[in-house]
T-cell receptor, first 114, second 111 residues
Framework: DSGVTQTPKHLITATGQRVTLRCSPR?????VYWYQQSLDQGLQFLIQ???????AKGNILERFSAQQFPDLHSELNLSSLELGDSALYFC?????????????FGDGTRLSIL | GQQVMQIPQYQHVQEGEDFTTYCNSS?????IQWYKQRPGGHPVFLIQ?????EVKKQKRLTFQFGEAKKNSSLHITATQTTDVGTYFC???????????FGQGTTLQVKP
């Protein structure tokens, strides 16, 4: 058990809809990272938050947004969903936002767009 | 932009054979991390290498960081079915903690 909790585990929805994925980091971790993993693809970095502030951004689509709340949990919002958004979305956390910290991953949310 | 590449993408071995995956970065890295993702699971941190030429061992796994700190390798001796999964290397991008992951090498082990 990594200590990182992601909900829901599975999400099935239709094109054009909006969903929210939730992540609770390990106790004491201040930094949260979001990744997208498509079939047979690696881990594509989306965005990082540190103690409530956006810290780094990857190739995150404009239709996607995220935030980190005062209790340090984070949410990833995906809107105007397209078939190509079907993927496994992972959240990871680390102690602080600096270099060299191992990241601890949650079990992921599998998003299926019909 | 910064890229981290891994080869091979897939490797099928007979149980007991050795396995190696190679990781190459387009830029010099301050450190490199390795993760393992079992089928249906999430990536799990294995190890971090920091020094040029560093070699670290975990039982049958040997990790190496290149002298120029632009490449790394993971070697598994005498593979077992429990080694099945995808192995990712990852290097830092900037000093925020953000990691760039390689595409991974998926290892299949035939018993």
């Amino acid at each position: 058990d990594s200590g990182v909790t992601q909900t829901p585990k599975h999400l099935i929805t239709a094109t054009g809809q909006r969903v929210t994925l939730r992540c609770s980091p390990r106790s004491g971790d201040l930094s949260v990272y979001w990744y997208q993993q498509s079939l047979d693809q690696g881990l594509q970095f989306l965005i990082q938050y540190y103690n409530g502030e956006e810290r780094a951004k990857g190739n995150i689509l404009e239709r996607f947004s995220a935030q980190q709340f005062p209790d340090l949990h984070s949410e990833l919002n995906l809107s105007s969903l397209e078939l190509g958004d079907s993927a496994l979305y992972f959240c990871a956390s680390s102690g602080f936002g600096g270099e060299g910290q191992p990241q601890h991953f949650g079990d992921g949310t599998r998003l299926s767009i019909l | 932009g910064q890229q981290v590449m891994q080869i091979p993408q897939y490797q099928h071995v007979q149980e007991g054979e050795d396995f190696t995956t190679y990781c190459n970065s387009s830029t010099t890295l301050s450190n490199i991390q390795w993760y393992k993702q079992r089928p249906g699971g999430h990536p799990v941190f294995l190890i971090q290498l920091v020094k040029s030429g560093e070699v670290k061992k975990q039982k049958r796994l040997t990790f190496q960081f290149g002298e120029a700190k632009k490449n790394s390798s993971l070697h598994i001796t005498a593979t077992q079915t429990t080694d099945v999964g995808t192995y990712f290397c990852a290097g830092p991008s900037g000093n925020t903690g953000k990691l760039i992951f390689g595409q991974g090498t998926t290892l299949q082990v035939k018993p």
